[in-house]
């Protein structure tokens, strides 16, 4: 893209508004952390949360974003069905789709995947140190990462993940009580370009490392839609054909 890639940030942040713990380890809030973290001369950034007049996500708003991120956890279905369609519609013209940590059970990650999303979970007083795997360092999303990323204290997701096979695979996390687990994981659904990425639990400063901020930039710019035509995705009635139609007469 020749302008800036406009991202706007989209955070449920009720953890940081309700819970004290969590604002002290948040007090920006997880957007504002995502914000500063990933700031960037080819980045154009706004955030939203669930106070927001609807929602921080207006027509005006989707229309200008490039990519969406999305952190979502306790208020998954006080989204409205309505605002879900307006967004996946967005993803399917072409805006690029960052779901974060537990935005995986959040309605639109489903709608757009088609199943439950569900997985397996542990909290465990402290965290337990998780290890995310580059298993392809030659994807976009893993440029300019060492091999392997650990993150010091994290929440357990574990297989069974019931999601569709991704269509790149991207990081695969072990965690410290020795489940693994498909982390970084890459779909496309029409012209859009999606991205899940589960470290991030609201409880630990995962998203102040530097490590992971390298990890949602990369995303961002590679969920960046390529299409700057303006073209949509439409059905379309051809009454006239390109070629000239064969006839039958005459045919063995």
């Given at each position: 893209?020749?302008?800036?890639?406009?991202?706007?940030?989209?955070?449920?942040?009720?953890?940081?508004?309700?819970?004290?713990?969590?604002?002290?380890?948040?007090?920006?809030?997880?957007?504002?952390?995502?914000?500063?973290?990933?700031?960037?001369?080819?980045?154009?950034?706004?955030?939203?949360?669930?106070?927001?007049?609807?929602?921080?996500?207006?027509?005006?708003?989707?229309?200008?974003?490039?990519?969406?991120?999305?952190?979502?956890?306790?208020?998954?279905?006080?989204?409205?069905?309505?605002?879900?369609?307006?967004?996946?519609?967005?993803?399917?013209?072409g805006m690029g789709l960052v779901?974060?940590?537990?935005?995986?059970?959040?309605?639109?990650?489903?709608?757009?995947?088609?199943?439950?999303?569900?997985?397996?979970?542990?909290?465990?007083?402290?965290?337990?140190?998780?290890?995310?795997?580059?298993?392809?360092?030659?994807?976009?999303?893993?440029?300019?990462?060492?091999?392997?990323?650990?993150?010091?204290?994290?929440?357990?997701?574990?297989?069974?993940?019931?999601?569709?096979?991704?269509?790149?695979?991207?990081?695969?996390?072990?965690?410290?009580?020795?489940?693994?687990f498909r982390s970084g994981c890459?779909?496309?659904?029409?012209?859009?370009?999606?991205?899940?990425?589960?470290?991030?639990?609201?409880?630990?400063?995962?998203?102040?490392?530097?490590?992971?901020?390298?990890?949602?930039?990369?995303?961002?710019?590679?969920?960046?839609?390529?299409?700057?035509?303006?073209?949509?995705?439409?059905?379309?009635?051809?009454?006239?054909?390109?070629?000239?139609?064969?006839?039958?007469?005459?045919?063995?």
């Amino acid at each position: 893209m020749t302008r800036p890639i406009r991202i706007t940030i989209w955070n449920e942040n009720w953890h940081e508004t309700k819970q004290p713990e969590i604002r002290a380890v948040y007090p920006e809030g997880i957007h504002g952390a995502i914000a500063n973290g990933i700031a960037a001369e080819d980045f154009q950034i706004r955030t939203a949360t669930f106070f927001d007049p609807e929602f921080g996500l207006t027509d005006e708003v989707l229309a200008e974003t490039d990519v969406l991120f999305w952190w979502g956890h306790v208020v998954h279905k006080e989204i409205p069905d309505e605002l879900v369609t307006r967004v996946q519609k967005r993803v399917l013209d072409g805006m690029g789709l960052v779901v974060l940590h537990s935005g995986h059970h959040s309605k639109l990650f489903a709608r757009l995947m088609g199943t439950s999303c569900n997985l397996s979970w542990r909290e465990h007083e402290g965290g337990e140190r998780e290890r995310v795997w580059v298993i392809d360092p030659a994807h976009p999303i893993a440029q300019g990462l060492p091999e392997s990323i650990v993150v010091p204290q994290s929440e357990m997701y574990g297989e069974p993940f019931d999601i569709p096979q991704p269509d790149h695979l991207v990081f695969v996390s072990w965690v410290e009580g020795g489940e693994v687990f498909r982390s970084g994981c890459c779909y496309h659904r029409g012209r859009g370009r999606i991205f899940y990425f589960s470290p991030g639990h609201e409880s630990f400063p995962i998203y102040f490392m530097p490590e992971i901020h390298r990890v949602l930039s990369n995303a961002a710019r590679w969920c960046a839609s390529p299409h700057e035509d303006g073209t949509r995705m439409v059905n379309r009635h051809r009454p006239v054909p390109l070629e000239t139609i064969r006839s039958d007469e005459g045919s063995p």
